[in-house]
Each structure stands twice: as C-alpha cells, then as structure tokens.
C-alpha cells in the first residue's frame, strides 16, 4: 500500500458520499449510528433548467428528500444553510437520488450548485414545520 494508492482512494466518489451520510447521521440528536427513520417526504424533479417544485412546505424532522433527474443535464441538490454535508446529485437519464435529513423549524433556500443554475432559477425553499 503505498501514499498515492491511498489518495486514489479518498478522493473516490463512493467515499465522499460515505463520509457524507456519516456527517448527516452525526447531525442528529440520536447518539445511535443508523440513520434517522424518516417521517415526511419530499420529491421534487431536477429539469433543464428549473426544479419541478420551488415552495415547499413539509411538517416532520426527518426528511427524506428524493431528487429525480427529469432532464439533460446532470444536477446537484443542497442548502446554502448545511452546504456539502447534504448533497444530492443526478445524472442523466432518469437518476434519482434519496437521503434523510434531520432539521429543525425553520426556512431553508435550496438550490442545484452546477455552474450557472442557481442562477437561471435552480432555486427555491423548504419549509419545515415541527411535527
Ligand atoms: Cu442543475
């Protein structure tokens, strides 16, 4: 095993979406390891160039949240209030893609971070009422 085998390694997307999902998990209140059980949902579809939805209003904690790609181009979904610990991300044709995420009361401005998308419109808000 050697330093560059190691670097190859870490920098595989598989990993950082490992330590992704370990991060989100870490975010919670649960001191156990398994991921939150949700109790809402949300879909919403990437297109080209706009979400399928850009006011949405959920109530519950664990959100499980469901990107499907709809278009041409490959999308991102997170929040500018968590950043890269919560990220999404689709490819063409037809992907989708599914995670919990434990958040409190509030408003949260989501957006697909893929050059120029925020801004022709990949843009919008989730707000989260306690259950
Ligand atoms: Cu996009």
Redesign the pocket.
Known sequence: MNLRFLRTRWAHPLVLAVAVVVGACNSGSDDDASPPTPDAQVEIA?RD?SWSKTAITVEGKAIEITVKQEGE????FLFDQIGYQFLLEVTPPGDTDTEVIELGPGTYTFF???PG?RDAG?EGTLTVVAP
Do not use: N, S
């Not at 181009?73 to 991102?76: A, G, K, S």
């Open positions: 990437a160039i181009l490959p999308h991102t697909c971070d893929v998308h990949m």
